[in-house]
T-cell receptor, first 113, second 114 residues
Framework: KAGVTQTPRYLIKTRGQQVTLSCSPISGHRSVSWYQQTPGQGLQFLFEYFSETQRNKGNFPGRFSGRQFSNSRSEMNVSTLELGDSALYLC????????????FGPGTRLLVL | AQSVTQPDIHITVSEGASLELRCNYSYGATPYLFWYVQSPGQGLQLLLKYFSGDTLVQGIKGFEAEFKRSQSSFNLRKPSVHWSDAAEYFCAVGAGAGSYQLTFGKGTKLSVIP
């Protein structure tokens, strides 16, 4: 089975712009979660989608949004970028069942100038 | 709300020496606990997980972890470290069986001296 894939891998934007990141989960996985990783704050949960519905959301401003498509692929969008949004954004997918493991993609590294 | 503490930011060990990485968690119910490893520029790879049952959990790459409820700990161990184990290690606690999120510790960076 192919793993979780994320595109693009690297991205450079300027303040005020918006950005869309994409995640393709492992085949058959309907749960997709997003995490932000920064040196200062570490790994923080952004949100989780399951069957096209946002099921859980972390403590991030409304500039961070996401969606999930019928094929379980997910996108996250950050509007009005700030310097502090520079981070590694990780996507993870998970099968159903409470003992299922969350598998992570390689991440998208976003640099905001 | 759950939280995870990894007291050691950076650990250096010699190749062949034993390793123990500490993890303490705070969670009101029975925790789901995980150790992940991250190599530079990579995503997170699961080493092992604990949901219930035997408190000593075996993982990949020769790692094991022991869940101690009385100490709220889930320490990661390896009897003999290899140079390829140099990476950053994250302990995490998972919330709930339905809506699912992981809360991570700040990580411990492991350096291995040849």
């Amino acid at each position: 089975k192919a793993g979780v894939t994320q595109t693009p891998r690297y991205l450079i934007k300027t303040r005020g712009q918006q950005v869309t990141l994409s995640c393709s989960p492992i085949s058959g996985h309907r749960s997709v979660s997003w995490y932000q990783q920064t040196p200062g704050q570490g790994l923080q949960f952004l949100f989780e989608y399951f069957s096209e519905t946002q099921r859980n959301k972390g403590n991030f401003p409304g500039r961070f949004s996401g969606r999930q498509f019928s094929n379980s692929r997910s996108e996250m969008n950050v509007s009005t970028l700030e310097l502090g949004d520079s981070a590694l954004y990780l996507c993870a997918s998970r099968g159903e069942g409470y003992q299922e493991t969350q598998y992570f993609g390689p991440g998208t590294r976003l640099l905001v100038l | 709300a759950q939280s995870v503490t990894q007291p050691d930011i950076h650990i250096t060990v010699s190749e062949g020496a034993s390793l123990e990485l500490r993890c303490n968690y705070s969670y009101g119910a029975t925790p789901y606990l995980f150790w992940y490893v991250q190599s530079p520029g990579q995503g997170l790879q699961l080493l092992l997980k604990y949901f219930s049952g035997d408190t000593l959990v075996q993982g990949i790459k020769g790692f094991e972890a022991e869940f101690k409820r009385s100490q709220s700990s889930f320490n990661l161990r390896k009897p003999s470290v290899h140079w390829s184990d140099a990476a950053e290690y994250f302990c995490a606690v998972g919330a709930g069986a339905g809506s699912y999120q992981l809360t991570f510790g700040k990580g411990t960076k492991l350096s291995v001296i040849p």
